[in-house]
């Protein structure tokens, strides 16, 4: 009864705030000697429970969190010369991106160290994150440092080096942190892979070595880097853990396990889970996620020396709609005086308070994305004080694709999951409208009866879905929840009726299956003449066949073997699902090149097991440059890809994607793509579909 009474209460003191509010527009509340500003439009005491909300319009600025600025970027600066593996003199770079128009004079830093297994990756990999952390105010400085051919020869060498590099990179913020307006004594050290690996394993040992250098860093964000080799030092700085959980290359579970560890020693630290998401951060289910979830986790550490007043995480998903809990701190539970302060999204409506747990109700709506919401209990501002929470408002349906061959009807077919991610029962019409195997828009609908929370349903669409793929939901009243909008690539391969002559002579692939490579990961792209590409494939029971046509205005490839990927190359990502049309857990990459001396070169990366790593790969394969174009075509022997020829038939379904290197002779610049999955992390679930057809 007690309870019923205070959410009455509450409910009126709103509404009566709301009537306020009305006679009060012009009234704002300003902190002195805050970073960040927040103009409140509506303030409800709740005295019952000792609470004060507020709700700001979602439109104010604070710092940090914001994404305010422009970024300037300033490439190739040389930190260190150091000698590398083969003795000779190496040019240790990095790139630095700076906020434009931020005054301030000491701005944080995030020193983000690239993955690649510490044989490979570049600094240029982190561009995307880097921007975004310099739009709210940090200093990045991405960097290179030493690789090695065989790092696991001799890997206590391989950190050796590389922690080296990373004490120059410290000593060369500290030296130009004045020029450059860096506060050296607030440093974040992160990375993915064989960076996020580096990056927490470097201050651990280096707080046993040499603490003196480690006692700036701030912060650790570890994206998916694995174990600690020695134990954790409980004087280990507070980290952000970000980890898929279906990756192939470093298993979820050792994510867990770390936070398990520092969550023994008192180290305060938050896991943001990437559900079915492999090695891949820049996946765009959780790019944004993770930028968000990083830039609170980084508000609050530098907001608050206490640990103890922090979240157990900095960010949360929530569907809309959904009514959701936030536990409180330790030190603010329990009873207290201080009034509880609590900043919400506009529309949001504080529930009620419960034995340290806040319970927070989200609109209905199609209003998606991250959104701040601050909690404070000392008196001060609500946004200076306290701590932060990201919450990522999604759809509450999910709806996931896979396409199929139906052997009975010879036609390729979809199967369309629907799951309810919200708290509440789903009933209502689904609306998928996608584009067919003919080109035309295609529509399928059907509805839903009591699809209870976490569960799924599947239906089947009766036909291939594919190209820009947008699910419409509406409940039983035909109120419109979500829009959801995803692209898909699957192509269905003719078989090749004539003799291929594999001479880089493309004339005879007019009349076969086609697709544009058409997505940039370039840093300043100037147009389809810098670079861009068109690919056609087909095959027949000896061979799958590709054929690409390349434009670039310059070509460069100075390299061989392992590295080719480093200049103007195409890779390619090519699997063979499972006997249910699933996507299987390995696949083959394999890439060719053309040599500035006109040398040719192949080389495979990965490979299930079983089959030759290296240059030993069986290609028929010719690339010739004509002018500012460059034609690849190659012939991949099945036996190649699969040891089962009897798969080879129609309506066999592949997993592909391939991108185009591009180099202008001072490096890779980055690369264009057909689907995913190759060049910014190895995640065979971002391929696209193959089908091959009579």
Known sequence: MKRGLIYIVTIIL???????LMNNRDNESNSENQEKEVVVEDTVTTNAANINTTVSNGRDRVDYLTPTFEVKLKSDIVYASKRNETDVEEALKLDLYEPVGDDNEQRPIFMFIHGGGYTGGDKYDAAEFSSELAKRGYVVVSVNYRLKKDPFLNFSSTLSDAYEDISDVIEWIKDNAEIYGMDASQIVIGGDSAGGHLSINYINEYLTKDSSIAKSIIAIVDIYGGDLRISANS??????????TIDQLIPYVQSVRLAGQL???GVYNNLLTMEDVGHDYKNAKYFNEIIETTSHFLWNIRNSSDFAKLPENSGMSVASGDTFEIKLPEAYRGQSKEQLNIALPEDWLFISEDEGIL??????????????????????????????????????????????YDETNKAIKTHMEITNLSMNNFSGLVEANYETAQSTQGIYTSTIEELEPGNSVQLDIPELARGERTLKAYNEAGTLLQTAVNSFNALQLPKFRQLVEIDGNLSEWSDQSSFDVKDVKIIGWRGEGDVSATGYMSWDLDNLYLAVEVLDDKHAQSASGDAIWSGDSIQIGIAISNSDGTVPSESHEIGVALGDEGALYKWRWLTPRGFNIGD?????????????KTSYEIAIPWGELSNDMTQVKQGMKLKFSMLVNDNDGEGRRGWVEYNSGIGSAKDVNAFGDLYLAD
Request: net charge positive; proline share 5%.
């Open 14 to 20: 709103i509404v009566l705030g709301c009537l306020l």
């Open 235 to 244: 004087k280990l700085p507070p980290i952000l853990i970000i980890h898929g």
């Open 263 to 265: 969550n023994g020693i």
């Open 359 to 404: 319970r927070i109700q989200i609109p209905v709506g199609l209003k998606r994305g991250s959104h701040s919401l601050f909690v404070s209990r000392d008196g001060d501002s609500v946004t200076t004080r306290g701590f932060t929470l990201n919450v990522n408002v999604i759809d509450p349906l999910e709806v996931r694709y896979e396409t199929f």
């Open 616 to 628: 030993k790969v069986e290609l028929q394969y010719a690339v010739v440059r004509t002018d500012a």
